[in-house]
């Protein structure tokens, strides 16, 4: 009989050869330092003996164990339960979902907002029920995004990252060949993960205005940390011109979920027609509580400037070591460029008990290998200095300095 299966070993191998297996390695906790283990097959992870300063997470503001945070996951559990239980059309949709939903919209601007299961179910599931003719975007543009284009099945046209003329050029291009009645969605993320860049919104709203398109832009990375709370498209006052507004509840807002914030009918058409919303259960009401209550702090308490105060900190004292830091936000890409020394720089650091991964091909192009620091409002004065000292030491060490 021919053989039709998976050679996964094989597949694995290859990685491993190239150096591009992943790991699991677990941690005590989700705050700005921790305890780390190996990967340990089977067995119980045994947790490293020495502490680590953690300048790697998603955990922007520090709130994933915030004692307000965890008792409004604790409190939602107590009342609602561990689980929605079933899909938010069936009855799993509760007033803890109703209220996160209030909170998102009256941050984001918008009539209404809706919850997803997570950020790549929102992405997913918002672009698959518009049903784009022809979408745009950006090079640089989330996993999620790329795969809501393919599933679908739109015709999607690439440009530049972060390059309004390289956009301006696709748009009047297609025109020319457009036919009659064709909808266009261009989408971008506001900030990039891997490079810290913020995209030039306020020109991609004009042009929209100019072609006709809608405009979608995804906060995952922005959520909670610019203006009230929200995110670039609050900081530019952009609210009337984006259509609409996606973001996740797992990264400022210490939980576990996305989100897509519009106009009513935007959010009763995907109540009806995204697929990954009405097919999923929903999110669970301790996740929901726990956005809800990390929402409030990022808009009322003083999370955000100490953030931002530890990013301009931690920027100045890497640019004036002489370290080409990348980016106009939260997120400070170290550039490195050569691969084997990104990895030997990020375990330099690792061994000075600094945690910063180094990011190499295919996740970011040739020749571009970096280091992605990234600070938390919850550390420290002490702690940006020592991941600074951190940086001096690994870096003179593997020939950077």
């Given at each position: 009989m021919d053989d039709r299966g998976f050679d996964l070993e094989d597949r694995l191998a290859r990685r491993e050869a190239d150096e591009l297996k992943r790991e699991l390695?677990?941690?005590?906790?989700?705050?700005?330092?921790?305890?780390?283990?190996?990967?340990?097959?089977?067995?119980?992870?045994?947790?490293?003996?020495?502490?680590?300063?953690?300048?790697?997470?998603?955990?922007?503001?520090g709130l994933t164990d915030d004692e307000r945070v965890e008792n409004a996951a604790r409190q939602a559990a107590s009342v609602v339960g561990t689980g929605a239980g079933a899909s938010r059309l069936v009855t799993g949709d509760t007033m803890v979902h109703r209220d996160l939903e209030r909170q998102l919209a009256e941050t984001k601007g918008t009539e209404r907002a809706l919850a997803f299961s997570s950020g790549y179910a929102a992405n997913v599931g918002t672009i698959t029920a518009l049903e784009p003719d022809v979408v745009f975007s950006d090079e640089y543009n989330h996993a999620s995004i790329i795969d809501g284009c393919r599933l679908a099945d739109a015709e999607t046209i690439v440009y530049d990252h972060c390059d309004a003329a390289s956009l301006e050029s696709?748009?009047?291009?297609?025109?020319?060949?457009?036919?009659?009645?064709?909808?266009?969605?261009?989408?971008?993320?506001?900030?990039?993960?891997?490079?810290?860049?913020?995209?030039?919104?306020?020109?991609?709203?004009?042009?929209?205005d100019a072609f006709g398109a809608w405009v979608m832009v995804d906060e995952a990375h922005a959520t909670g940390l610019y203006a009230n709370g929200g995110g670039v498209v609050q900081a530019e006052g952009l609210e009337d011109r984006v259509d609409v507004q996606m973001g996740t509840l797992s990264k400022a807002l210490a939980s576990q979920g996305g989100y897509v914030a519009g106009s009513e009918a935007l959010i009763e058409w995907l109540v009806n027609d995204a697929r990954s919303f009405v097919f999923s259960t929903g999110l669970t009401p301790p996740a929901a509580a726990a956005a809800s209550e990390a929402l409030h702090v990022a808009r009322h308490g003083?999370?955000?400037?100490?953030?931002?105060?530890?990013?301009?900190?931690?920027?100045?004292?890497?640019?004036?070591?002489?370290?080409?830091?990348?980016?106009?936000?939260?997120?400070?890409?170290?550039?490195?460029?050569?691969?084997?020394?990104?990895?030997?720089?990020?375990?330099?650091?690792?061994?000075?008990?600094?945690?910063?991964?180094?990011?190499?091909?295919?996740?970011?192009?040739?020749?571009?290998?970096?280091?992605?620091?990234?600070?938390?409002?919850t550390h420290t004065h002490e702690d940006i200095v020592a991941c600074l000292e951190a940086f001096q030491a690994a870096g003179e060490e593997v020939g950077l300095l």
């Open positions: 390695a677990p941690v005590d906790r989700i705050a700005e330092r921790g305890y780390f283990a190996h990967a340990a097959g089977s067995d119980l992870p045994v947790l490293d003996g020495e502490e680590a300063l953690v300048f790697a997470s998603n955990n922007y503001l696709k748009l009047e291009a297609r025109a020319e060949a457009a036919a009659d009645g064709e909808s266009w969605l261009i989408v971008t993320d506001s900030v990039f993960s891997m490079d810290g860049t913020v995209a030039p919104l306020p020109a991609i709203c004009d042009l929209a003083d999370v955000r400037e100490r953030l931002w105060d530890n990013v301009a900190h931690l920027r100045d004292g890497l640019e004036s070591m002489g370290y080409r830091v990348l980016g106009d936000s939260q997120i400070l890409p170290v550039l490195v460029g050569d691969r084997e020394d990104a990895l030997l720089l990020a375990d330099g650091l690792r061994e000075r008990t600094v945690v910063a991964p180094a990011i190499r091909p295919p996740t970011v192009p040739e020749g571009t290998s970096r280091i992605r620091v990234v600070p938390m409002a």
